[in-house]
């Protein structure tokens, strides 16, 4: 269909009509090769040609250059050869005819033809009798040049000179935005693979079964984000008689850490730290501030610059049902009562300096005596710092709410959780690991 004439314009639009057809298919395409040919199409519904041959000096050593394309009317000529895919495969030449027209780094316009014999084209385009050579810039540099020729010996006038330099060099830019948008679309799709491989990975290194503690009901809870995150969480245990033999404490522990960022880095970092807990011995105590500290310790000779860990661990005696836990940077557990009306409470620590920051930190244990009945929940930032789309954080008011709101079933701990979190979201996707560790004491 025509575009609208409005009064004064001249009634053949057959020119404007092929540039239309052929914009069109440049932008329906993905393949460069493909491209240049529609545009080759377009160039000649306002400067008329017969052939065509396209040049490459990018990444060249100066005066060299490589034949991209050779067209006779829309016939390709000899072997097609993918420029873009293989490039490696186009001779590359010196001299002749192409390389006196390019050392000038301007448009030219050549008469009376006739190539013969030329080291490049070789007789391919010896029937034609002008030329006009035209530079394709990129980066303000002539990296790409078009070659097109007529039967006439008479060239090109200065108008279409012009107009010719114009549309080529603005269908080449299409052309490269449109090959810069294929790569990054690749790119993009080859770093989402990577990194769904690197959170399964992840997720891998994290307990595949919970323990079974003494008088101890536990339910983990893992919700990964879109990006491989570090979240962490593990367990240790003495046997009976190494509990026993440390006079009943600490007779299992276990830990909760979280490794700032997202992405590979922080999926390594908390690779390292799963290697570094699975090395750590347990006797003869399990002691949750000297955990941390070789902790820290590791991860700085590890080299963790740029990032750092939050983390908490505890130790238990089911016994005395006595409590011991340290905290370098991370939130306080949470302690829920039995009975509905029982307030949701921060167990007391103090929160030292988070690992993978500074040598020779200390920290703190602090103690707390469990009852039956209790139960006790560790998690990491992402639970907390979860926003909304109005950029709300879900916060440790809203995580008190949801655990109020329910038995105290470590199953039911985690469902009321995470369906408070998934409102407050309303569908924004997590930007973090949301990480729950839930036990409850039996008598």
Not at 57 to 68: F, I, M, N, Q, S
Not at 276 to 296: F, G
Not at 361 to 384: C, F, K, M, P
């Amino acid at each position: 269909m025509s575009p609208t004439l409005s009064a004064g314009q001249p009634a053949d639009t057959s020119r404007l009509d092929g540039l239309i057809e052929s914009l069109r298919a440049i932008s329906r395409s993905d393949d460069p090769t493909e491209i240049g040919r529609h545009a080759g199409r377009g160039i000649r519904h306002f400067v008329p040609f017969d052939a065509i041959a396209s040049v490459s000096v990018r990444d060249l050593p100066a005066g060299c250059y490589k034949v991209t394309r050779r067209m006779i009317g829309n016939r390709p000529l000899r072997e097609a050869v993918n420029p873009w895919r293989d490039w490696a495969r186009l001779e590359t030449h010196r001299g002749g005819f192409i390389g006196d027209a390019i050392s000038a780094h301007r448009p030219r316009v050549f008469t009376g033809l006739y190539l013969r014999n030329d080291p490049a084209l070789g007789d391919d385009f010896g029937e034609y009798g002008s030329c006009l050579a035209t530079p394709l810039f990129d980066g303000g540099e002539a990296l790409n040049w078009n070659f097109i020729f007529r039967d006439s010996p008479d060239g090109f006038t200065p108008s279409e000179v012009e107009l010719m330099i114009l549309v080529s060099n603005l269908l080449g830019q299409a052309t490269r935005n449109m090959v810069t948008a294929r790569k990054v679309e690749e790119l993009n799709a080859r770093i989402t693979t990577q990194l769904h491989e690197v959170a399964e990975l992840q997720r891998s290194l994290l307990p595949r079964r919970l323990p079974d503690f003494p008088q101890i009901e536990m339910v983990a809870h893992y919700q990964p984000c879109e990006q491989a995150g570090g979240d962490y969480y593990d367990f240790a245990q003495m046997t009976p008689e190494q509990c026993a033999a440390a006079g009943g404490s600490g007779c299992w522990g276990a830990i909760v850490a979280d490794v700032a960022g997202h992405g590979a880095r922080a999926a390594v970092i908390m690779a390292m730290m799963q290697s570094i807990v699975h090395a750590y011995p347990i006797t003869p105590r399990l002691q949750p501030d000297r955990v941390l500290e070789h902790l820290n310790e590791q991860l700085l000779a590890k080299g963790i610059d740029r990032s750092f860990v939050t983390a908490l661990c505890m130790s238990y005696d089911p016994l005395s049902r006595a409590l011991r836990f340290a905290s370098a940077g991370h939130y306080p557990p949470r302690l829920k009562k039995p009975g509905a009306e029982s307030p949701v409470t921060a167990l007391p620590v103090e929160a030292g300096l988070p690992l993978g920051i500074e040598p020779r930190v200390r920290y703190e244990v602090s103690t707390a005596e469990l009852q039956v009945g209790d139960t006790l929940v560790l998690y990491t930032d992402g639970v907390i710092e979860s926003f909304n789309a109005k950029r709300e954080m879900f916060g440790l008011g809203r995580l008190d709410a949801a655990l109020h709101h329910c038995s105290g079933e470590p199953g039911c701990v985690v469902e009321s959780v995470t369906t408070a979190l998934r409102e407050h979201e309303s569908g924004q996707p997590p930007a973090d690991d949301q990480t729950l560790l839930v036990m409850k004491v039996r008598g």
